[in-house]
């Protein structure tokens, strides 16, 4: 567990009871000035404001083990006991510094808002104070397509909304965003060969079969129709969808990719990639992409996850993701025909889907809004996940 900083406390008469004991509701008010101590010996007590977040209680659990009294002084010890995508837990142990008799024990569930009071991913500089992110408990259910089985994440309920990955990512890429759009079904599939799906190597990969699996998913899910956004590759897979099945898409979400087929020397380098995952696995491939991917001012804490993604991919599934980018027919002419909302979103700095190339493909689409995410590359809802959490919620309150 990451600790803050020990604080001592002491207990004024003001503090107690009629019986002269410590208060109950004046113990929390000591733990949260020993939380507004311990930032301001750290990080700094305007950490939340700073980032233009704030953290609500949600749950606490006291456990009182012994009395306190009138000038008793107190240590209290902070220590993060769970790190989640948008929540944190606070775990405190309070003692009496005479005896070192144990007063209280406590954990304080506490959930990031914003200035609108919604759920929010912790913006990066607060998660680095509160240390990496505990294992979360969601498995993904199976859905088989073939002799291919496919992981899907599914959780929470409302409007469903289908979150398409791009490559060499998994359905993890979207963690900030199943934490912020809590009013909406989130479904984050696993692309055959990625994550936790499987690939038949018979079956092999295009962006038509992706799209039929996505189709497959809803249909095992009883889901008639859905938001479908697609971040690169899943952009591309759900220019197929509308082409194959435009009736299951309610509104389309198109963040960092574009509708142009390869180029000839684009098609060259895909066959190369391929070549040198077959040779030197996903590790080489990954370190021959990501300085294009990310933005300069990205953590290397992004990185490292790209790296963890790409590894939970199979050299099959991998290679055969490279030949459905590379045979990936023109789209300009689908983006004429959407006729549902559409919000086209593009990092300000990537190199492979630019931001003018997003706003001209915007200018396609009847009524489409668009927008720039300020600091990222190809990867904006990891890079920028406050920002793009945001603008994805906010299109989405439009529709209901």
């Known amino acids: 567990m990451t600790a803050f900083p020990t604080v001592e406390l002491t207990v004024y008469p003001y503090d107690c009871d009629a019986f002269g004991h410590l208060n109950q509701a004046a113990l929390l008010t000591l733990l949260e000035r020993a939380r507004w101590d311990a930032l301001a010996r750290g990080p700094g007590m305007d950490l939340f404001d700073r980032n233009g977040v704030w953290p609500a209680a949600r749950k606490a659990v006291i456990e009182y083990k ?3 009294y009138p000038r008793d002084v107190l240590r209290i010890e902070t220590a993060v006991a769970h790190r989640g995508t948008t929540s944190m837990t606070l775990r405190h142990v309070v003692r009496r510094v005479a005896d070192d008799t144990l007063i209280a024990e406590a954990e304080i569930v506490f959930v990031c808002v914003d200035r609108l009071g919604r ?14 992110r505990t294992s979360g408990s969601h498995q993904p259910i199976r859905v088989t397509v073939g002799a291919t089985e496919l992981g899907v994440e599914v959780r929470g309920d409302g409007p469903p909304i289908l979150l398409v990955h791009g490559f060499p990512f998994d359905r993890t890429m979207w963690r900030h965003q199943f934490a912020a759009l809590a009013r909406w079904k989130r479904i984050a599939p696993d692309l055959r060969g990625a994550g936790a799906s499987s690939a038949a190597a ?5 962006v038509g079969r992706y799209a039929d699996d996505l189709v497959a998913i809803l249909d095992a899910l009883g889901i008639e129709s859905a938001a479908v956004c697609g971040l ?10 509308l082409r194959r099945h435009a009736d299951r898409v309610s509104a389309v979400l198109l963040v960092d990719t574009k509708a142009e087929p390869d180029a000839p020397a684009a098609k060259r380098e895909r066959d190369e990639l391929a070549a040198l995952t077959e040779r030197d696995g996903p590790e080489a491939l990954v370190s021959r992409l990501l300085p294009k991917l990310l933005a300069p001012e990205t953590q290397s ?20 993701a490279l030949q459905a980018l590379r045979d990936r027919p023109d789209s300009t002419d689908t983006l004429r025909q959407i ?23 915007a200018g396609l689409i009847p009524n489409a809004q668009f927008h720039v995410v300020p600091a990222a590359g190809h990867l904006a809802p ?6 793009t959490s945001r603008l994805i919620a906010d299109f989405l309150e439009t529709l209901r």
């Open 119 to 132: 759920a929010t991913p912790l913006p990066e500089e607060i998660a680095r104070v509160l240390g990496p």
């Open 66 to 68: 012994a009395g306190a």
């Open 202 to 206: 018979a079956d092999g990969a295009s």
């Open 339 to 361: 006729r549902v909302p559409t919000l086209v979103l593009a990092g300000s700095e990537d190199q492979i889907a630019p931001p003018a190339g997003a706003r001209a493909m």
């Open 382 to 387: 990891l890079e920028q996940p406050l920002a």
């Open 232 to 241: 690169s590759l899943g952009g591309y897979v759900t220019f197929e969808l």
């Open 301 to 320: 804490e992004v990185a490292e996850q790209v790296r963890e993604m790409a590894r939970r991919w199979s050299v099959p599934g991998m290679v055969a």
